[in-house]
């Protein structure tokens, strides 16, 4: 069946340094992916999509980079500020259709000062 | 920046009762989702819905479930006969269209069921 999962449930890291999350899909049908971040009491917070027509797209400090061929997702942090502490979910969808998004178990990000 | 606002912030409530959680949601999108995260898990789609009406569910969106738009503003879940396990934070989210994009999600319920 469909599952995204992530390879290490946390992830400590000193400020300043980079960070990189990564996740394993199942669904070889999937073509769109999506980092979201959650902090402690609120709701998911996108970060940065890409499509699967795409192997790397960049934003402010982040990058997400799509391997297709082994099915894997990683979200790159550049200079992780303690801002970033949260938890790290990717997740998978398909862009026909309403976008069900199928989450990751996530990853918990902390930041050593 | 718009935003997606969810009534109430917690809801307790006793086991076999109904209760009803609303959103509402950014002003012009069109799509609109309900996701549940019960402790320490892991984000699960319910249900999806789009021109009144839904496009697609999970297996938990069972007929204990319900959504609707009543007034073309709020989105409401009802739970008609909550039980223990259905104690989760609820979220609501919105897009503006399908297919890809940003979807965009309320500060959540939290559930208790006792």
């Known amino acids: 069946g469909e599952s995204v999962g992530l390879h290490l449930p946390t992830l400590s890291v000193q400020e300043g340094d980079n960070s990189i999350i990564n996740c394993a899909y199942s669904n070889s049908a999937s073509d769109y992916f999506i980092w979201y971040k959650q902090e402690s009491g609120k709701g998911p917070q996108f970060i940065i999509d890409i499509r699967s027509n795409m192997d790397k797209r960049q934003g402010q400090r982040v990058t997400v980079l799509l391997n297709k061929t082994v099915k894997h997702l990683s979200l790159q942090i550049a200079a992780t500020q303690p801002g970033d502490s949260a938890v790290y979910f990717c997740?998978?969808?398909?862009?026909?259709?309403?976008?069900?998004?199928?989450f990751g178990q996530g990853t918990r990000l902390t930041i050593n000062p | 920046e718009p935003e997606v606002t969810q009534t109430p912030s917690h809801q307790v409530t006793q086991m076999g009762q109904e209760v009803i959680l609303r959103c509402v949601p950014i002003s012009n999108h069109l799509y609109f989702y309900w996701y549940r995260q019960i402790l320490g898990q892991k984000v699960e789609f319910l249900v999806s819905?789009?021109?009144?009406?839904?496009?697609?569910k999970s297996e938990i969106f069972d007929d204990q479930f319900s959504v609707e738009r009543p007034d073309g503003s709020n989105f409401t879940l009802k739970i008609r006969s909550t039980k223990l396990e259905d104690s989760a934070m609820y979220f609501c989210?919105?897009?503006?269209?399908?297919?890809?994009?940003?979807?965009?999600f309320g500060p959540g319920t939290r559930l208790t069921v006792t």
């Open positions: 819905f789009y021109n009144n009406e839904i496009s697609e």
């Open positions: 997740a998978e969808s398909k862009i026909q259709g309403a976008q069900k998004l199928v």
């Open positions: 989210a919105t897009n503006l269209r399908a297919g890809w994009g940003e979807q965009y």
